[in-house]
């Protein structure tokens, strides 16, 4: 019993660990069978897999009749044996002509005793095997085959079967009681031979069941279709992409300037630039395009941003309220010191203009230079040019001389080679006679191995026959009968608070009412507070709002006064530092311009390359001139907003 405890507990155990809509049946049973092969016998690994496989091809008719006992006499049952059920249903549709009744008994005792019996109780019944059992199984097989092959052979193993759940459940056979005690006539025996003990017959070969055909592979694999509308999503996409990327090219190519090229000729031709534009009307471009960020943009305010400013609003007017108590107490004024910073902050503002002009001067410096450098390192570049050529006509000589020797090497290697070949045939041959040798060597192992192969299978059949034995003589035991359980009857232990299990249920259902009335008042005062919530979160916003108004009417009115202040700034003064690199650039420039005046006379000079350079000298004077307007522009824009970023400070 114990025998067949176990691999019935095996089956279920696989059978929960199985997902129908993700694995596959035969991929399932090939990890079954290798993951058990090293722990179980092949007799147990052999009955385990049959059941298993039968159950998963059967599967369709075997959940017909669990679900209908868990509906109709299983409610009180657990559905984590749901897969025992299944085995046992299997067992009773297809094993049991296969097993015997004896040893499907066995196996029935093997388990627990009040559900299999239950189990066994409904799907025995006519009335359910005639009517809607064999109307189910009807809509996925023939009839004639569900009567022929299942619905017969169960209803042929009813009576049995009723006998044997009566013997598990306690019931007696003969319910007939005697009146009075009569005297009985006592039977004797026939004095015949004794039979003779019955040889145990030799074990029947399992048959083996047909491989079913495997799943097509277009099951798992997608339509033609669906990939190639997913191509043209993505290619779609793809093309959208590129033609934003090229708007957005387009419009940073209108709001960015260009890059700067190599301004050689750039004073040079500056005389020629103004001849031009006093014959020729000049054509002005229009200026680069700058964007700017908006300002303001719409902002979602969640309840802690709500509340702080809310409450920062409320800091700024109690301090407000606090400054006008003290000054109508008598505190004294800031006047003098505002004019005191006024100046500092102008001193400070023609110190920064200073500081501003004299970067500026230090990059144009450092261009000339760099071009200056340039100029130098072109000479330098020339001269190194010259040896390198040198060098190479050195290099190709001694290039030469080493293919001269390499040419004569190869001669040589291919001397060598004709006489290596003349001595390939004897080796050939050698190598031919080794490989005979070696076969026939394996010839006589795999020999020796099929003869062990034969004498380990005679001994697992003998060991298979002891076995069988040793089972049939286990299946004459006696088993323990089971006990009915009484839900309304108390267990009787001596605990406190101890009760039936109807009573228990009865209470259970009271504590859940209780608690979904709890639960429906903590969600009307949870309601409540969040309404009394958003109420107050309203006003503080319409307080916010006011706020707000009136903080941008007085910022206006302060721009306005600090707009006027910056207007009566002069310009700011010259600095020593400024003239000084004012100078040094005047001597770079004149420099440079008889450098380029040089190259341009020089006779190896084309007319193409002359007019780019015009072009070229052209254009940048066209960016210096808008690069001078853009930072007086910004030198104005920070003159003006110097003193407003000193006042905030303050």
């Known amino acids: 019993m114990t025998y067949y405890g176990k691999c019935i507990e095996t089956v279920i155990e696989q059978l929960d660990k199985f997902k129908p809509h993700k694995d596959n049946p035969e991929q399932f049973l090939e990890t079954v069978s290798t993951s058990l092969q090293q722990t179980l016998s092949p ?39 749901y897969s025992l059920f299944e085995v046992i249903c299997y067992l009773a549709m297809f094993q049991l002509d296969e097993l015997g009744f004896q040893l499907f008994c066995s196996i029935i005792k093997s388990q627990p005793v009040a559900k299999t019996c239950k189990f066994l109780r409904f799907f025995f019944n006519p009335l359910n095997l005639c009517s809607w059992i064999k109307d189910e199984w009807s809509l996925i097989y023939e009839t004639a085959h569900v009567k022929e092959n299942w619905i017969d052979p169960l209803m042929r193993w009813q009576p049995e079967v009723q006998e044997l ?73 793809r093309t959208a992409e590129e033609l934003l990327l090229k708007a957005n090219m387009e419009e940073l190519r209108c709001a960015m300037p260009r890059l700067r090229k190599d301004p050689q000729v750039q004073d040079v031709k500056k005389q020629q630039q103004q001849q031009q534009q006093q014959s020729v009307p000049r054509i002005r471009r229009t200026p680069n395009l700058t964007f700017y960020k908006p300002n303001s943009f719409p902002v979602k305010l969640n309840t802690a941003t709500i509340l702080r400013e809310g409450a920062l609003y409320q800091r700024q007017v109690e301090k407000e309220l606090q400054r006008v108590d003290k000054l109508v107490d008598g505190a004294g004024d800031f006047s003098e010191f505002l004019e005191w910073q006024k100046k500092m902050q102008a001193k400070d503002l023609e110190e920064q203009l200073a500081a501003g002009e004299c970067r500026r001067l230090q990059g144009k410096l450092s261009h000339e230079e760099a071009i200056l450098a340039r100029h130098n390192l072109m000479q330098e570049n020339k001269q190194k040019a010259d040896q390198k050529k040198e060098e190479t006509a050195e290099l190709m000589l001694q290039c030469a001389e080493r293919r001269l020797q390499e040419e004569k090497s190869m001669r040589e290697l291919v001397e060598q080679v004709t006489e290596a070949q003349k001595n390939v045939r004897l080796a050939h041959m050698k190598l031919v006679k080794g490989r005979q040798q070696i076969v026939q060597e394996v010839i006589e192992e795999s020999r020796e191995l099929l003869q062990r192969s034969t004498e380990e299978a005679r001994e697992e059949q003998r060991r298979r026959c002891e076995l069988i034995a040793q089972l049939r003589a286990l299946e004459t035991q006696p088993t323990r009968k089971g006990k009915l359980v009484d839900l309304t009857q108390i267990p009787g232990y001596g605990l406190e608070g101890e009760m039936s299990v109807v009573e228990l249920r009865e209470r259970l259902a009271l ?39 009136a903080m941008g009417r007085t910022a206006a009115l302060r721009w306005e006064e600090k707009k006027a202040q910056a207007a009566s700034l002069g310009t700011p003064s010259q600095d020593e530092r400024v003239l000084e690199l004012q100078r040094r650039m005047e001597e770079r420039v004149a420099e440079r311009r008889k450098q380029t005046a040089k190259l341009l006379l020089s006779p190896s000079r084309a007319v193409r390359p002359q007019l780019r350079a015009q072009e070229e000298v052209q254009h940048w004077l066209e960016l210096d001139q808008s690069r001078e307007r853009r930072l007086q522009a910004r030198q104005e824009a920070d003159r003006t907003c110097q003193p407003t970023r000193h006042l905030k400070a303050s």
């Open 43 to 81: 007799q147990k690994l052999s009955f385990i897999l049959d059941i298993l496989a039968g159950c998963l091809e059967y599967r369709k008719l075997l959940t017909v009749v669990v679900d209908a006992f868990y509906v109709r006499d299983g409610r009180l049952c657990l559905w984590a044996d």
């Open 165 to 237: 759940i009566n013997q598990l459940e306690g019931v007696p056979t003969d319910r007939t009681l005697l009146k009075t005690k009569a005297k009985v006539t006592e039977p004797k025996e026939f004095n015949l031979t004794v039979p003779k003990p019955r040889a145990i017959t030799m074990p029947e070969p399992v048959p083996t069941m047909a491989k079913p055909r495997p799943v097509p592979q277009s099951t798992y694999q997608e339509p033609k279709e669906q990939k190639l509308l997913q191509m043209i999503k993505r290619f779609n996409r």
């Open 511 to 549: 504590l859940k009412e209780t608690q979904k009335r709890e639960r429906r008042e903590k969600r009307d005062h949870i309601i409540q507070d969040k309404r009394a919530k958003s109420q107050k979160l309203q006003n503080t916003v319409e307080q916010i709002s006011l706020c707000r108004a």
